[in-house]
């Protein structure tokens, strides 16, 4: 008679924390269907992923980058590149944010891959494990993720108003309620040209966001992290928080997390700076070494050969005149769709914020996922969210957006049907 042996349960070799985690980024999973069934023939609109793609449905790119990384000398770009960064690279990020600002005396950085590591420096670095970020309650996914990754939290406010501006009264109460529980704030601001709506603050709001943030700064440490990732592709100044930033520093912390990726159109090449601003010498030191440490204890450092050739485009007035040149062609590319949605949109009664340049906008909506399966019907891909769909104008040709427009509608008007 053959026994069989007991079957013994075992528990899985990952921590119960990271038991569920989800494998794919619902983007890339929605990007990847659509171009399944565009390379099987069919006609799609692909309005999901975040790169700036031309007319033709390649992705855009600025030559003046590629001959700049191609100068670099071979045996320097490959090997390591300082933990912090390399200096000239992060001195000349500083400037390209601040300019003749005096704030640019009172900054520091360090190298980030993307400003998806400038963001995961701030979360471990200013919140402590179990403490939550501030958003608005839209907001770039990954910040989530970031934040669950390293046992933080993300908490939100309502973005805009019954008028459609920044509500900046939830903000302060939001912020006032999270410094009485946490003692400190990290609110992170995505401006201009916000992921995934598109929306830039503007003066009026700009100035209530200082106040809040000056007021709430007495009863706890905040830092406001300016999230700069589209603010080369609005279609006016993209500075014009520098002004702010003067009158707060000293009272909140002043962060910026620069990237690469968009303002260089290198994607791939994943480089970036987490800007740190504060009068105090003493404190600057004190957070350059803590940034520092966390590179170390993170990627340890990062891609050489990008700072070096960023480095050369923002320091030689020749070569930076020629990426600056041929980013405004993409911008100027970039608003003929904004400009045509608007048109578009106007015309078929579509909800959604004011959107004035940016790779993204959000069209409101009672089901986000309901609305975008109906349109993936129509061979028309966008992004659900919570209260409306996500459409990525970087990826989407101006001949498209008629097309993008009409699924939209339809869609949406369905909702009210039974």
């Keep these: 008679m053959n026994v069989r042996a007991p079957v013994t349960v075992r528990p899985s070799f990952l921590i119960p924390d990271c038991v569920e985690r989800p494998a794919d980024d619902p983007i890339f999973a929605l990007n990847a269907e659509a171009s399944k069934r565009r390379a099987a023939g069919e006609k799609v609109v692909n309005a999901t992923l975040g790169a700036l793609m031309d007319d033709q449905g390649e992705l855009a790119v600025m030559p003046s980058v590629f001959a700049a990384l191609a100068r670099v000398p071979q045996k320097r770009g490959a090997g390591y590149a300082p933990i912090a960064g390399v200096p000239r690279f992060l001195e000349l990020v500083i400037r390209d944010l601040y300019g003749s600002s005096a704030l640019a005396e009172q900054s520091v950085a360090v190298a980030t891959p993307g400003g998806t590591g400038a963001l995961h420096h701030a ?134 997390a620069y990237t690469v990726s968009k303002s260089f159109t290198q994607y791939g090449a994943r480089v970036g700076a987490l800007v740190a ?59 003929q769709r904004v400009q045509a949605f608007n048109a578009a949109a106007a015309k078929s009664g579509l909800a959604y914020p004011r959107y004035e340049g940016g790779f993204f906008v959000t069209v409101f909506c009672r089901d986000g996922e309901r609305v975008a399966e109906r349109m993936r019907t129509d061979g028309v891909f966008v992004v659900p969210l919570a209260g409306g769909v996500r459409v990525a104008l970087c990826s989407t040709p101006a001949a498209d957006v008629p097309r993008l427009v009409e699924s939209l509608a339809r869609a949406i008007a369905a909702e009210s049907r039974p």
């Design 123 to 256: 979360i471990v670095n200013f919140l402590e494990p179990g403490q939550a970020l501030l958003t608005t309650d839209f907001y770039w996914g990954p910040y989530k993720t970031l934040a669950e990754h390293t046992r933080r939290r993300v908490e939100t406010f309502p973005m805009f108003d019954a008028r459609g501006r920044f509500d900046a009264a939830a903000f302060e109460r939001a912020l006032e309620t999270q410094l009485a529980r946490q003692g400190r704030a990290l609110v992170i601001l995505n401006t201009p040209c916000h992921n995934p709506t598109g929306y830039a603050l503007d003066e009026r709001e700009w100035q209530d966001v200082e106040r809040v943030v000056k007021s709430a700064s007495t009863r706890g440490a905040v830092a406001l992290c300016i999230d700069f990732a589209y603010a080369r592709f609005a279609p006016g100044a993209a500075d014009a928080w520098v002004k702010h930033a003067e009158r707060l520093a000293g009272d909140a912390l002043i962060l910026v």
């Design 277 to 335: 601003t504060h009068p105090s010498e003493l404190e600057r030191k004190r957070i350059f070494a803590a940034l520092s440490f966390s590179c170390r204890g993170t990627w340890s450092n990062c891609n050489h050969a990008g700072q070096l050739a960023v480095a050369e485009l923002l320091g030689d007035p020749v070569q930076r005149a020629a990426a600056d040149a041929e980013r405004d062609v993409l911008r100027n590319l970039l608003f």
